[in-house]
């Protein structure tokens, strides 16, 4: 199954529509933010998609969704933005600590 196909299944079961475009926006279709945090849950348990409830709010539909991800495929494997925020962090509150 592709990854279109995997997403639309979701998002279908998820609203009880079979009838969801690729080009239609998750928030248009009736999903909330609740639903938007159980499509990315499920993404993960059944197919093993690292989708965060973020990415499917800043990329609202599965074609932007889908671009977005096999861009990050082709990306180079650097410093994770993620780690990059959390050791920011770290070093804030090592800072206000001492002072």
Do not use: V
């Not at 080009?23 to 999903?31: L, M, T, Y």
């Amino acid at each position: 199954m592709e990854l279109r196909e995997k997403l639309l299944l979701l998002c279908q079961e998820n609203l009880g529509n079979d009838d969801i475009s690729e080009q239609a926006n998750f928030f248009d279709i009736g999903c909330s933010s609740l639903m938007i945090y159980k499509i990315s849950e499920q993404a993960r348990e059944r197919y093993g998609l690292n989708i965060s409830p973020i990415d499917m709010m800043t990329y609202p539909t599965i074609e932007k969704l889908i671009a977005y991800l096999q861009e990050g495929e082709q990306a180079p494997k650097g410093d994770n933005l993620g780690d990059t925020a959390i050791t920011a962090r770290k070093n804030l509150r090592n800072r206000r600590q001492r002072g």
